[in-house]
């Protein structure tokens, strides 16, 4: 017999305490992976080169307050601005949905290639939104969802705007990070709601990245002092600071990994401490044969490893597999575009079940050591 096959020999001893040690590895280990990627998908936005030039501009007292449409002149004129539209939010009811999947928006449809230049839509389609004034577009996720196709209609009841709107798809938008908004003509919005004359945003593309920082502070000192003072920020800061809102979402995540981490330190070291106590007469013979503490160290510390490591293995590889097989989309209702496990939340999720089989190992490693070799003899099975 070889020593690898004597190792597995002692760790198989039990079958079903070692299925359910592998089992308890793995759902730990799958939800701490799962905890990590809702983590990463609420704190880290998607950025890409276009993004990056994005700004944000929005009321300096909070997102509530809404924006005259005189500024966009001035804004138009500032060094550094290559282009500007009006964003803002409908939040108009669709159906019988108290929430609806998808957001609307209403903007200036020459500028969507200009300001948001990852979206893809077909040149034709792009020429018909422009043109009709009581269109829309729509992102390819609504799309598929509601199966609508061009030139069907959408009506929105009103409920922060007091108007309702019904809009004509004219095209379908896709390669954005959120390919589910619906789009239309701000002018069609402010004339259906009496002509305000106000916006809920603006959003603005810097002539290049290193002028970004520059296009900020010369927008935030434009309005300073104003009857409508503004915050400009970079889109990243932007949907962070909207995601501030729900709360530190990093603490409360992170206390939750940290519990789960933490309970499968305490199984993983009692589910060893019990299965190295009952070979304690083994191990107590094996000492007096001539093998030295730290080979009977490598012997527990291989087993706890390989309880850890199967567990990891199946917890992850099923995260893995789940996540890149599920549309999340349509399980969370729109609450997430993507839930991708990464590399690196991959190489956590292994680091932390390399870390438990090392832990696991040390409390029955710490009762070998001070048994001699008697008291093993005279240990009961």
């Known amino acids: 017999m070889t020593i690898g096959t004597f190792i597995v020999k002692n760790a198989l001893r039990n079958k079903r305490r070692a299925l359910l040690s592998i089992l308890s590895v793995a759902v730990s280990l799958f939800l701490l992976v799962t905890l990590l990627v809702l983590l990463r998908e609420l704190t880290t936005p998607m950025e890409d080169a276009d993004a990056a030039m994005r700004i944000a501009v929005r009321h300096r007292v909070s997102l509530a307050n809404t924006l005259p449409y005189r500024q966009r002149g001035v804004i138009e004129r500032i060094p550094g601005v290559a282009a500007i539209t009006p964003f803002t939010f409908f939040g108009g009811k669709f159906r019988n949905e108290e929430i609806p999947s998808f957001a609307q928006f209403a903007m200036d449809p020459i500028q969507l290639t200009n300001v948001f230049g990852e979206a893809k839509l077909p040149l034709d389609q792009l020429n018909n939104w422009i043109a009709d004034r009581s269109s829309c577009i729509i992102g390819i996720e609504t799309a598929k969802r509601y199966e609508f196709k061009i030139g069907d209609k959408i009506k929105l009841a009103g409920t922060i705007w007091p108007a309702d709107l019904e809009l004509k798809i004219a095209g379908i938008y896709k390669g954005t990070p959120d390919d589910r908004n619906v789009l239309f003509h701000h002018d069609y919005m402010d ?42 920020e970079t889109e990243r800061s932007f949907v962070l600071g909207f995601i501030s809102m729900w709360g530190n979402i990093k603490v409360l995540i992170g206390a939750i990994c940290s519990v789960v981490v933490f309970s499968l330190i305490l199984v993983t070291a009692s589910t060893m401490s019990m299965a190295i106590r009952e070979r304690f007469r083994e191990l107590a013979i094996l000492k007096a044969l001539g093998f030295r503490r730290h080979e009977l160290f490598a012997f527990i510390l291989a087993e706890s490893f390989g309880f850890a490591f199967a567990g990891a293995i199946i917890g992850i590889g099923g995260a893995w597999l789940l996540f890149s097989n599920i549309n999340i989309t349509a399980v969370t209702k729109g609450m997430f575009v993507a839930f991708e496990l990464t590399p690196r939340i991959m190489a956590t999720g292994f680091g932390v079940g390399a870390i438990l089989g090392i832990i696991g190992s040390v409390v029955p490693t710490i009762s070998m050591a001070r048994m001699s070799v008697i008291q093993g003899l005279k240990t009961l099975d």
């Open 191 to 232: 004339e259906a709601c009496g002509r305000q004359g106000i916006v809920g945003t603006w959003w603005v593309r810097a002539k290049s990245l290193e002028e970004v920082p520059l296009v900020v502070e010369r927008i935030n000192k434009e309005f300073h002092n104003t009857s409508a003072e503004v915050l400009a």
